[in-house]
């Protein structure tokens, strides 16, 4: 008898993904016209994604940590996310930067604990930072605008954030998998 979760999935029809393409959300209407509305349909699936990860856990799970000494589990992942999404804001502006959502450095994995009202307040968190942040780019619209007191483009910023989102989605298939064996893309 093992500790270790067996493997399984969901898909029926592609035993490698998470989903089967009916019951997938990230299944959309093809490909998206322009530089701009690809950039923004590929991080709107990765964030997805990353929901999905966190489907059908509770709270312990969500902050069960992956292996010593690291912090890392898929409710900070949450917290963490939600905390670059304010900071991308600092980015491009030439005011006063936004506090930390999680005060101290690492505070977004470190507080990252089993209690219902923790998670709950990290998926809030994560959608009204993302909310602010889709906002506040909506207003430059030309990906060669360069943006607040690092002179960042637009593109520079909108690739960032897909491939933060990637890698971290790539770190939440590893927890996923160690927490209830649950595998797929």
């Known amino acids: ?8 999935t969901q898909a029926t029809v592609y035993p490698d993904m998470w989903a089967d393409p009916d019951d997938d959300p990230r299944e959309g209407a093809g490909s998206p016209d322009g530089e701009l509305a690809t950039l923004q349909d590929f991080l709107t699936n990765y964030r997805i994604t990353l929901r999905m990860k966190c489907e059908g856990l509770d709270a312990e799970q969500l902050a069960r940590r992956s292996v010593p000494p690291s912090t890392m589990s898929l409710l900070g992942l949450l917290r963490h996310l939600a905390e670059v999404e304010r900071d991308w804001r600092n980015w491009i ?5 936004l506090p930390k959502l999680y005060g101290v450095r690492d505070g977004d994995f ?4 089993a209690d219902e009202a923790v998670v709950d307040a990290a998926y809030s968190d994560l959608a009204r930072e993302q909310a602010a942040t889709d906002a506040a780019l909506a207003e430059h619209p030309d990906l060669g605008e360069r ?3 690092d002179d960042i483009a637009v593109r520079e ?14 770190q939440a298939d590893l927890l996923r998998e160690c927490i209830d064996g649950r595998v797929g893309q």
């Open 1 to 8: 008898m093992s500790d270790q979760p067996a493997r399984w």
């Open 93 to 97: 502006t030439d005011g006063d930067p």
């Open 110 to 113: 470190d507080g990252a604990v």
């Open 147 to 149: 943006l607040g007191k």
């Open 157 to 170: 910023l909108m690739v960032h954030r897909i491939e933060e989102y990637a890698r971290h989605c790539g």
